[in-house]
């Protein structure tokens, strides 16, 4: 399973732009990229995920380059209430027997 | 609510003592799966099934641990003779994979277990 880097942790303010990169080095060519987030005291929530290019939906995009050794979720004009965890995970689901690996994930604070 | 629900959500018990977790997936989601979290970590995987077949294993998963999911719905997980070093966050999720899908997870809110 390729693994992941990401920020530690990103400070941001109300209404910004956030952008978290993820560097996936020995990604896997059936390999997908998926973001997960998890508020405190409960379970990580689906964000978005993607092979390649661009995958927008109504809460966030993901950059992923060509060569696909790293991504980046975009975050449009964050609140407060986007403060959390946010876990980037890369792998081949179905044939991994399904098991998501997760880093320490980026801890985003949004501040007024 | 038609999202993944886990009974219950918080357990105090003292060391040595059995407990069981219920996890109740989404309908028909045919895959559902355990993971751990302690404080500051992510997720840690234990074991997944397909429909009531559990395929799979982690190393994390003592003797002491064991899963059921008998008739391919809710699942348990019951941990014997439970020790400190329990103190976690049980989370269970669910998927439907169908031929070559992607296997995205839906996360119930998570069991605290404290050991004493």
């Known amino acids: 399973l390729a693994k992941t880097t990401q920020p530690i942790s990103m400070d941001s303010y109300e209404g910004q732009e956030v952008n978290i990169t993820c560097s996936h080095n020995?990604?896997?060519?059936?390999?997908?990229i998926t973001w997960y987030q998890q508020f405190p005291s409960q379970g990580p929530r689906f964000i978005i995920q993607g092979y390649k290019t661009k995958v927008t939906n109504e809460v966030a995009s993901l950059f992923i380059p060509a060569d696909r050794k790293s991504s980046t979720l975009s975050l449009p004009r964050v609140s407060l209430s986007d403060t959390a965890v946010y876990y980037c995970?890369?792998?081949?689901?179905?044939?991994?027997?399904?098991?998501?690996?997760f880093g320490q994930g980026t801890e985003l604070s949004v501040k007024p | 609510d038609t999202g993944v629900s886990q009974d219950p959500r918080h357990k105090i018990t003292k060391r040595g003592q059995n407990v069981t977790f219920r996890c109740d997936p989404i309908s028909e989601h045919n895959r559902l799966y355990w993971y751990r979290q302690t404080l500051g970590q992510g997720p840690e995987f234990l074991t997944y099934f397909q429909n009531e077949a559990q395929l799979e294993k982690s190393r994390l998963l003592s003797d002491r641990f064991s899963a059921e999911r008998p008739k391919g719905s809710f699942s348990t997980l019951e941990i014997q003779r439970t020790e400190q070093g329990d103190s976690a966050m049980y989370l269970c999720a669910s998927s439907l994979v169908a031929g070559r899908d992607t296997d995205t997870q839906y996360f119930g809110p998570g069991t605290r277990l404290t050991v004493l």
């Open positions: 995970l890369v792998g081949d689901t179905y044939n991994q027997g399904g098991k998501l690996i």
């Open positions: 020995n990604i896997a060519t059936n390999d997908y």
